[in-house]
């Protein structure tokens, strides 16, 4: 029985970039030695252990066989005589296909260290076209290194769009799409991501929205200026209106943070700046983003609507303003009603008009 060091963590060792986790696998052993030797079994579709210690998964050497359509469709072949090198075999990419021994040698049977040293993103075998979440992990990857100069082997690229075009997509479950768009979101340039499932017709199967707005170019500028990923996914739909907002952000199960931003930039966007020309229009828009209530998503719209603007001196201004509207308005209470003994509707008319009056002493 032998451990490797596989996957990420070779890649990233390699290059000397930082990485989180460390992936394991077994050649030679038994689900029941794995056991006996004190490992806890957690795979539930192949044979997956986390180690007593360090609790990193440890998976036994395996093969795949492709048996139905998706990313779930395969017969899954794990036994001590799989060789190293048939499982790496199965991997998406040469530069994911290595692995790495006890004395620190690296085992490369697929050539992914000439691959990392030309920058290129290159399918390890024709198995590659099997699984269509490939499109979404290459996508990924050539947007997490773009900054390094990597780019995708036109040959490989080819292999996307005969993925996209057998219609393999449709059959990817919408919550793992949504985990890869996340994890591009996270990247250095997620724009990249977006272009690269353009490029193989992907993006109009998974977001068609996209092809014929500005968002990709909108995630660009202001993606150097928020680490946010929620002010990111609300960058990229900021163009569109707040109906397919809402229908996208439904569709992709997106969480609550990033659904509820997007929903507000496209609301105060497009009406931002007429608003802060009119006490009674910038109260409004302080409502619609429940800015008197909550500090969240209030402060994730300032965020977005700088970074789209790329940090320019006239958004902070304009921002700016708009955060001190908003604190303005907030000076007024129920308190400061107490003895008119107005309640209900009445009280509630005469808090926003006392509100409004206040704004008219921060807007210009």
């Given at each position: 029985?032998?451990?490797?060091?596989?996957?990420?963590?070779?890649?990233?060792?390699?290059?000397?970039?930082?990485?989180?986790?460390?992936?394991?696998?077994v050649?030679?052993?038994?689900?029941a030695?794995?056991?006996?030797?004190?490992?806890?079994?957690?795979?539930?579709?192949?044979?997956?252990?986390?180690?007593?210690d360090?609790?990193?998964?440890?998976?036994l050497?395996?093969?795949?066989?492709?048996?139905?359509?998706?990313?779930?469709?395969?017969v899954?072949h794990?036994?001590?005589?799989?060789?190293?090198?048939?499982?790496?075999?199965?991997?998406?990419?040469?530069?994911?296909?290595?692995?790495?021994?006890a004395?620190?040698?690296?085992?490369?049977?697929y050539?992914?260290?000439?691959?990392?040293?030309?920058?290129?993103?290159?399918?390890?075998?024709?198995?590659?076209?099997?699984?269509?979440?490939?499109?979404?992990r290459?996508?990924?990857?050539?947007?997490?290194y773009?900054?390094?100069?990597?780019?995708?082997?036109?040959?490989?690229?080819?292999?996307?769009?005969?993925?996209?075009?057998?219609?393999?997509?449709p059959?990817?479950?919408?919550?793992?799409?949504?985990?890869e768009?996340?994890?591009?979101?996270?990247t250095?340039?997620?724009?990249?991501?977006?272009?690269?499932?353009?490029?193989?017709?992907?993006?109009?199967v998974?977001?068609?929205?996209?092809?014929?707005?500005?968002g990709?170019?909108?995630?660009?500028?202001a993606?150097?200026?928020?680490?946010?990923?929620?002010?990111?996914?609300a960058?990229?739909?900021?163009?569109?209106?707040?109906?397919?907002?809402?229908?996208?952000?439904?569709?992709?199960?997106?969480?609550?943070?990033y659904?509820?931003?997007?929903?507000?930039?496209s609301?105060a966007?497009?009406?931002?700046?007429?608003?802060?020309?009119n006490?009674?229009?910038?109260?409004?828009?302080?409502?619609?983003?429940?800015?008197?209530?909550?500090?969240?998503?209030?402060?994730?719209?300032?965020?977005?609507?700088?970074?789209?603007?790329?940090n320019?001196?006239?958004?902070n201004?304009?921002?700016?303003?708009?955060?001190?509207?908003?604190?303005?308005?907030?000076?007024?209470?129920?308190?400061?009603?107490?003895?008119?003994?107005?309640?209900?509707?009445?009280?509630?008319?005469?808090?926003?008009?006392?509100?409004?009056?206040?704004?008219?002493?921060?807007?210009?």
């Amino acid at each position: 029985m032998k451990s490797f060091l596989v996957g990420g963590a070779v890649r990233d060792t390699l290059l000397g970039y930082p990485f989180h986790e460390k992936d394991w696998v077994v050649v030679g052993a038994t689900p029941a030695e794995m056991i006996e030797a004190g490992y806890t079994q957690v795979g539930r579709d192949f044979p997956v252990f986390l180690h007593p210690d360090s609790k990193e998964e440890y998976a036994l050497a395996r093969t795949e066989r492709k048996s139905g359509p998706g990313y779930h469709g395969f017969v899954v072949h794990a036994d001590p005589a799989v060789t190293l090198e048939e499982d790496l075999e199965r991997r998406d990419l040469t530069i994911n296909a290595m692995a790495m021994d006890a004395s620190g040698d690296i085992i490369d049977p697929y050539h992914g260290q000439q691959d990392l040293a030309d920058r290129v993103l290159r399918h390890v075998s024709p198995h590659f076209v099997e699984d269509p979440l490939r499109v979404l992990r290459v996508a990924r990857f050539a947007a997490r290194y773009h900054h390094l100069g990597f780019t995708i082997a036109p040959e490989t690229a080819a292999l996307l769009s005969q993925i996209v075009a057998a219609d393999e997509l449709p059959h990817l479950s919408i919550e793992r799409v949504w985990v890869e768009i996340e994890k591009a979101l996270g990247t250095t340039h997620p724009e990249v991501f977006f272009h690269t499932l353009a490029d193989c017709q992907a993006l109009a199967v998974l977001l068609p929205e996209l092809s014929v707005s500005q968002g990709i170019a909108a995630l660009a500028r202001a993606a150097p200026h928020t680490p946010r990923l929620d002010c990111r996914w609300a960058s990229l739909l900021s163009d569109l209106p707040e109906a397919r907002v809402k229908a996208i952000n439904q569709h992709l199960k997106v969480p609550n943070a990033y659904s509820l931003l997007a929903t507000r930039i496209s609301v105060a966007r497009p009406t931002l700046k007429t608003a802060l020309k009119n006490a009674s229009e910038c109260m409004v828009l302080i409502k619609l983003l429940d800015a008197l209530r909550r500090d969240e998503p209030f402060e994730g719209v300032c965020e977005t609507l700088i970074a789209l603007e790329q940090n320019s001196d006239e958004a902070n201004t304009t921002i700016e303003l708009l955060r001190n509207a908003c604190k303005q308005a907030r000076t007024v209470t129920a308190a400061d009603f107490t003895e008119s003994r107005l309640t209900g509707p009445d009280l509630g008319a005469a808090i926003e008009a006392a509100r409004i009056e206040q704004l008219r002493e921060v807007l210009p």
